[in-house]
Each structure stands twice: as C-alpha cells, then as structure tokens.
C-alpha cells in the first residue's frame, strides 16, 4: 500500500501506467490531501526515504528497485516453502495421530468417571453402614458401662467376703475395705432406683459394715492402748500404726459413728494423761536444777547487806513450786551479763534435767521457761500436725483428699458426714496440759521480783510466738498470749516496786566519800540490762516505765545531795554517780541507748560546769573570776580604778601556782574514776585559762599607754604550769 501511495505521489509514465491505473483502488480508494500529506510526513521521517531523498535519488528509480526486491524475496520464500513441503506432510500426520490419541483418552477418563461414580456410591454405601455400626458400638458400650457399674457396685465376691471377715487388719484389708466401701456408697446411691438385686445385696452389706466396722474398732483402739506403755514414744507410733491407716477410722467415721467417737475418746483421754504426765514429770524434774535470781530483798531501794549487790554469797529462797531448795545467785541481780544468751542460743534450749544433775549444773528462771516452752512447742506441733491428718479438718468435703484435692473412691475414704474439728481434738487433748504449765509459770510469775528475768521471759514468749507462726501451727497462740498477760503486769508491778522502794528510804546514809552511791550502781545496770532487752522491739510501754524508775532515783539523789551543806559535796555527789550511770550505758553501742546516754551526759555536763566554777571560786580564783565578771560589765573601763586591776594581779601572781596544786589535788581527789577526774580538771583548768585570758585583755585596754607597777604573769606560762600539772587520760 505504501508503495502504491509512493507510486502515486511520484506518477508512472511508463508503459504500464495504464496497467498501474488498472490496479490502483477506486475512486473511493483514492488518497485524499489530506491523506498524502500525512504519507509525505511519514516517508520523510524514515531513514531510507530521508537518506534517497539527501543523496538526490529518483525516488521512482528507488521505488523500482523496493518492487524488484520484494518480488526477489517473495519468489525464495515460494521456495523455502516447497522445500519443506516433506515436513510439512509430516507434522500432519503427526498431528492426525495425536488426535487419535487424545480420543482414545477422551474414552478411556469417561471409563474412569464411570467407574469413579460408582466407587463413590459404594463408598457412601459404606459410610452409611459404617455409622450405623458406630452408633450400635456405641450404644452396647454404654450398657457395658452401666452394667459393669451396677455388677461392681452389687456383686460381692466370695474373696472379699473372706477378706473382711476372716482377714488379718492390715494394708490388703484396708484395700478390701475401700471396695466394701465404693460398693456402700453405690448402693446408697442407688436407693431409689427399682434395682431387684439392691434387695438381696443390701443385707450383705450390712454384715459385712458391722464385721468391719467391729474390726476396726478393736484393730485401732490396740493401737491407742499401747500409748500407755512405759517410755513409748509416741509420735513412732502415731506415724508408724495410726496414721498409716487413717482410712480405717475414716471409714468408721461415714459407717459408724458411734464407734469412730468411741476410738476418739479413747485417743483423747489416753494422750492427755500421757502429756499431762510427761509434763509434771518433767517440770518437777527442773526445780532441782533451778537458781533463783532475786527475790523481795533485792528491789533497788533495799537496803545493801552483806552478800547483797553485784556480787556476794547465794543463800536459799523459793523456787518453782515455792520450796526452798534452790540456791540463789546474786551475781546477775539486776545485769543481764550472759543472760542474754538465752535469746542469742541457736540450740533448741531443752534441759535434759537427768544430765543437768549429773554435771551439776543451775539455770535461771529464764532458761527453764524457755526448756518448758520448747518442748511444749515441739510435743504440740507434731499432735497438731497428727490430729489434723487422722481426724481431718471442718472444711473436708466427700470425694476429697486430706489436701481438698479430688480423690477417686478406689483409692480413698471420705466421710459424707460431718466431722470433728481437729482444732477441738487438740484442744481437749492438750487442755489439762496447758491449765498445769500455767498454773505452774503464774506460781513463779506472780511471785518474782526478778525483773529481769520476766523481761526476758517476754521476749522469749515473742521469739516463740513467731516460731509457731513459721511453723504455721496456730494451737498455742492463746496460750502465748495468755503468758504475755500474766508477764507484761508483772513486770510493770516490779517496776513498781522498785520505784515504792526507792520513796520509802528514809535512811539516806549520806556520807562525804567520793564513792557513787550502791543505788546507783543498781538502777544503772538495771537500766543497761532494759534498754538492751528493748533493742529492736522499741516497746513504748518499757521505756516509761524506765523514765519513771529514772525520775525516781534523781529524786533520791537530789535528797541525797540537800543532805550535805557544802556545795561542793553535793555536786561530787551527783557528778560521781551521774558519772557511774553513764559508764556504764555507754559500755552498750545500740541505738536504742542514745537518749539514756544523751540524757545523763547532759546532766553530767551541766554539774561539771557548776562545780568547775564553785572549785575555782573555792580554791583561791574567786577574786579573779568575780573582777573579771564585774569589769566586762563596765562600758568605759577608765572608770574602774587602777589599782584594783593590780591587786588582782599581784594577788594572782602570788598564789596562783598553789592554786594550781591544790585545784589538782582537791579534784582528783573527789572522784574514784580518774578519767572522770582527769576531765573535770582539764575542764577547771580550761576555765581558769580563759578567765585569766579575759583578765589579761581587760588588764591590757586599761594601761594602754600608761605605767604599770605590776605586770601579771603570762599566759603561756600559766599554761606550761598546767600541762605540767593535768593527768594525761
């Protein structure tokens, strides 16, 4: 077409134009201008036209020889053609054959999903009946289940007859008695359904109930009885015999009561009066091993005797049970000394009262409590723990374990009725027991004046009470609380004591030696031996009780101190046995003893001041100190004459070394602590150096520029005097 159109654009007046005209198209096909100029712009953008056109080739001439071309190439392609006509027979054949094939498969799949559709129907066929067998299994199953479960809940074998009847009491039996007793519960369950054979099989039961419940009762209430033997050990056997075949009494307890609360009884009342037996045995034991630590002579307003104090010989007093067998040991009185390692012991603290006489041996009150509570605490938790599992708990429900967990009735009994609470069992056990201990602790309790030792008992009472919580047997809580109101009143009723001894002095016995005061001694290490009870417990009510014991004794101080006329005796007096209070509280480095320790430090600090300035005044420096006092006083020195300025001083000049001596004599000599002396002096002698300073500024403002007929001693050598003179400490 392009050619025709190139043809057309460039005219052909050769001989076959008329040939060419004949060929061209219509005059519908004719080329409109439109149409030809669209063809000019499109020959001219092809490269072979744009580059004949650039050369100045004839384009007709071209055209020509595109047509001789194209006949070339169509006349080879004619010839390939025929060349490969074999080929071409070929692949015709080949392809007839595959049509062949491919309809032989056409048949041959159609054959398939015939027989396809047919296999499909049998297979449904199958199906259906497959279901229908299914549903018939699963049918005669569930009557094999029912009936299996009728026939094992009904059905009482000859062996199991024989076992329960004839049968020794033991873990085969008991296996037999929890067959016996899944079918009970069968039937029982089964008593409304018209079973024929619940008739003939109930009766059965029945004898077999009685026979079993009849060997139980005797298998168990043996066991009981041989807790009676001498020397038994009886937690062996609770663990050994009675709680290896709990069920048993479980079984008792659902089949027949009145013989489980029978068995009961009998356990209740054989292990209290073993307990109870054990326990006095044991607590009378103790009372020949005890050493009694105070008594009513030794409140710390009581007059001091021979023996009497921190030290002194032991003499007889009552004890546990109010005789008079055991010696007294004043050593530990009123400080706690080693008596502390009651509460720091890891051991369990239990006396062994057979060995403790054999090596002599004497403990203080505090120890033998702790050995009776312990092994109390010990004997209870195991009951506790026993009555718990073998007469199972208030929350106990039918088909669960003694953990609530589900229990199968192959395996274990359960009792569908209600059931004692363990707690009441332990509590009727163990009742007589705990009236005698504390009837046995009030006897001592209200009658101790030993403070100390009932403080301990407190703390040990507390220790004990988190023990059992550890432990998490709450049995003995009312008991422990029960010794806490028997303790705390006690204690507060010797506080009390101490303090009505302290008003009730009359005899003062006052006397000028340095020496701190007996009572002193007393309330201080008394009060050491509370506050290091109170460290981590910060009872509010101790340290109250300890303020008044304190006020108390600075009252008879201070009436101890109005009995002396000099001054200088009273404030010795009180510095001495402030001074005995605080050493000794400052020997503990526990928190809980800072405002003690702060409170006597001040009243410490404050007396020594008061006695610096009486003891300077006293031994020859009161004319320096009241010139001093006066003089800084004065606004304008110039008024104060002269002369008074030198008097002082020559007077200061001529007694001030002797001053010195006997201000270390008559200090030192006061007070048998020599650290505390040494620090009494050092602090007279600081306050004499700083008045003699103040003297010396004053002396120097009034002579400034004036003549002096006396020139006071320098300080620095007023200073070498000192050192010379000051203890080292």
Aim: with cysteine; glycine share 4%.
């Amino acid at each position: 077409m392009d050619l025709l159109i190139l043809e057309s654009l460039l005219g052909d007046t050769s001989s076959d134009a008329t040939s060419a005209l004949s060929k061209t198209p219509s005059s519908k096909q004719l080329l409109s201008i439109t149409d030809v100029d669209s063809s000019i712009s499109q020959f001219a953008e092809d490269d072979l036209v744009s580059d004949a056109l650039k050369k100045g080739i004839d384009l007709r001439e071209y055209a020509k020889g595109v047509q001789v071309e194209l006949e070339l190439v169509q006349a080879n392609h004619i010839a390939d053609y025929v060349a490969k006509q074999p080929d071409f027979y070929l692949l015709e054949r080949q392809v007839a054959e595959c049509d062949d094939m491919l309809g032989n498969m056409v048949d041959l799949l159609e054959g398939f999903q015939v027989d396809l559709n047919k296999i499909s129907a049998e297979i449904r066929d199958l199906q259906e009946r497959s279901n229908d067998m299914n549903l018939k299994l699963k049918n005669r199953m569930s009557s094999q289940d029912l009936l299996a479960k009728v026939l094992d809940g009904l059905v009482i074998t000859p062996d199991l007859i024989k076992k329960i009847c004839e049968g020794e009491v033991n873990e085969f039996f008991q296996s037999h008695l929890l067959d016996l007793n899944k079918k009970m519960t069968y039937v029982k369950s089964q008593k409304g359904a018209h079973i024929r054979a619940l008739k003939d099989v109930g009766p059965e039961l029945e004898r077999l109930r009685l026979k079993s419940s009849e060997k139980i009762r005797e298998f168990l209430l043996k066991r009981i009885e041989s807790l009676k033997t001498p020397n038994t050990n009886i937690a062996i056997i609770q663990q050994n015999q009675l709680l290896k075949y709990k069920e048993l009494y479980w079984f008792l307890l659902e089949r027949y009561s009145e013989a489980a609360g029978e068995v009961r009884n009998v356990y209740i009342t054989t292990v209290q009066q073993y307990y109870l037996a054990s326990f006095e045995k044991y607590v009378k034991s103790l009372s020949s091993v005890q050493t009694v630590i105070a008594d009513k002579a030794d409140l710390i307003g009581s007059a001091e005797t021979q023996g009497s104090g921190s030290g002194g010989a032991s003499r007889f007093t009552l004890g546990l049970f109010g005789n008079k067998s055991q010696l007294k040991d004043r050593s530990n009185v009123y400080s706690l000394g080693e008596r502390v390692q009651v509460l720091t012991t890891d051991d369990s603290g239990i006396i062994l009262p057979h060995i403790a006489e054999e090596q002599r041996l004497k403990f203080p009150y505090e120890v033998i409590f702790k050995s009776m509570n312990r092994l109390l605490m010990d004997n209870a938790c195991s009951e506790y723990i026993f009555t718990t599992e073998f007469f199972l708990s208030e929350w106990k429900k039918p088909g669960r374990d003694a953990k609530g967990r589900e229990a199968s009735s192959t395996t274990s009994i359960s009792p569908a009725t209600p059931n004692i609470d363990p707690n009441t069992v332990f509590a009727d056990i163990y009742e007589p027991t705990l009236r005698f201990l504390q009837s046995t602790f009030r006897s001592y309790i209200d009658n101790s004046y030993d403070a100390v030792g009932v403080l301990l008992c407190i703390r040990l009472n507390s220790f004990h009470l988190r023990i059992m919580q550890k432990r998490r047997v709450p049995c003995l809580d009312n008991f422990m609380n029960l010794l806490n109101i028997l303790l705390w009143p006690r204690f507060q009723a010797i506080i009390d004591l101490h303090i009505e001894s302290l008003r009730k002095i009359t005899k003062l016995a006052v006397n000028k030696e340095s020496h701190p005061h007996f009572i002193t001694r007393r309330y201080a290490e008394f009060a050491a031996s509370v506050l290091a009870l109170n460290d981590g417990f910060d009872d509010a009510l101790l340290l109250t009780s300890l303020v008044r014991l304190r006020n108390e004794v600075e009252s008879l101080l201070f009436r101890m101190a109005d009995e002396l006329s000099d001054r200088k005796d009273k404030l010795v007096l009180l510095i001495n046995n402030y001074d005995l209070v605080h050493t000794i509280l400052g020997e503990y480095n526990l928190t809980c003893f800072d405002a003690e320790k702060a409170y006597f430090a001040t009243n410490l600090e404050t007396k020594t001041g008061e006695l610096v300035e009486e003891e300077l005044k006293k031994i020859g420096f009161g004319f320096l100190t009241e010139f001093v006092d006066r003089a800084e006083l004065e606004k304008n020195l110039d008024t104060l004459d002269t002369s008074r300025f030198e008097s002082v001083a020559s007077q200061f000049n001529n007694t001030w070394k002797q001053a010195i001596t006997d201000l270390n004599g008559s200090i030192l000599q006061s007070f048998p602590n020599f650290q505390n002396g040494a620090r009494i002096l050092h602090a007279a002698f600081t306050l004499l150096l700083l008045f003699y300073k103040r003297f010396l500024n004053l002396f120097e403002k009034r002579f400034v520029g004036k003549g002096r007929k006396v020139h006071p001693v320098g300080l620095q050598t007023v200073l070498f005097e000192i050192k010379k003179n000051q203890p080292s400490f």
